[in-house]
């Protein structure tokens, strides 16, 4: 699966087809995220937790999804784990992460480290790998830490993806998305 997104458009007016579908993506994203805390309300009242298909696939994925960008800084390994533990067992099947993570502050020395510390977990607890959707990121041009800045092509979508594979100590992944930072 492919999911590309970009946060900021300069000359929103002549936008081109893929800007297009991007700029629809994030509007919809901010959509969903008006709705994600609604729901969020909804699900601490009633005490379950809903979920959607994602897409077309006919994955459901929980309307709540556990962030990781903090995994590695401001969040411990053992916190991080923790934080595994307490979504899966309350029904949140939707971890999302990147390549590039943590973040705050973003350097060059903790780059993957989120992806390492969900991978220390997928080690302890091999037979709940199927137990939740992961969704990292590859990071595209304009982040410097990560290969130098250089765009996504074909070349650095493959490396990166082995990477990932081995940082999270897994041998799939369910959503893979690009992370435009440019």
């Known amino acids: 699966?492919?999911?590309?997104?970009?946060?900021?458009?300069?000359?929103?007016?002549?936008?081109?087809?893929?800007?297009?579908?991007?700029m629809r993506v994030q509007v919809d994203s901010m959509l969903r995220t008006v709705k994600n805390t609604t729901q969020e309300m909804k699900i601490r009242k009633e005490g379950k937790m809903h979920y959607n298909e994602m897409g077309r696939t006919g994955v459901k994925v929980s309307n709540l999804c556990l962030g990781t960008m903090t995994f590695g800084t401001q969040t411990s390994e053992a916190e991080g784990h923790a934080q595994m533990d307490f979504a899966l067992s309350n029904g949140i099947n939707f971890v999302d992460t990147a390549e590039m993570y943590p973040v705050n502050p973003i350097s060059a020395e903790t780059i993957g480290r989120t992806e390492e510390i969900l991978g220390t977990w997928n080690a302890k607890n091999p037979s709940k790998r199927g137990d939740y959707i992961l969704a990292t990121k590859h990071s595209?041009?304009?982040?410097?830490?990560?290969?130098?800045?250089?765009?996504?092509?074909?070349?650095t979508i493959a490396q990166t993806i082995e990477g990932n594979l081995r940082r999270l100590q897994t041998d799939y992944i369910d959503l893979y998305q690009f992370h435009l930072v440019k």
């Open 1 to 22: 699966f492919l999911f590309c997104s970009q946060h900021l458009f300069s000359n929103v007016p002549t936008l081109k087809p893929m800007q297009d579908l991007q």
């Open 140 to 155: 595209g041009e304009g982040m410097a830490y990560v290969r130098d800045g250089a765009p996504i092509s074909s070349k």
